[in-house]
């Protein structure tokens, strides 16, 4: 089974940074895309960025581009999101999925497997 675990969560204060780690099993790394999303509570699901792994093409939303680096150690199977200069706006729950199809990533909010989320909580 396609197993999904995010990492690196916690409580920063404003204009630090932090990393997420998406550990991931069960499926041909290279053959999929990967991507991160966020919920803060109350919203709905936002896409953040994402990753076509094989190719390399690599999506930002506007909300965060400047501010985060998607990026993969294929030899882990693993993703990551480097985030940085953070703001209180950034707080949510991260969620590292994966997809066959890339459109579902990284176009849509959709993807076949989902990671259980990592709380990101940012202070002023």
């Known amino acids: 089974d396609v197993q999904l675990v995010e990492s690196g969560g916690g409580l920063v204060q404003a204009g630090e940074s932090l990393r997420l780690s998406c550990t991931t099993s069960?499926?041909?790394?290279?053959?999929?895309?990967i991507g991160w999303f966020r919920q803060a509570p109350g919203k709905g699901r936002e896409g953040v960025s994402c990753m076509i792994i094989g190719d390399g093409f690599i999506y930002y939303a506007d909300s965060v581009k400047g501010r985060v680096t998607i990026s993969v150690d294929n030899a882990k199977n693993t993703a990551y999101l480097q985030m940085i200069q953070l703001e209180p706006e950034d707080t949510a729950t991260y969620y590292c999925?994966?997809?066959?199809?890339?459109?579902?990533?990284?176009?849509?909010?959709?993807?076949?497997?989902w990671g259980q989320g990592t709380q990101v909580t940012v202070s002023s």
């Open positions: 999925a994966v997809d066959r199809n890339w459109y579902k990533i990284c176009l849509a909010t959709m993807p076949a497997y």
């Open positions: 069960g499926f041909t790394f290279d053959d999929y895309a």
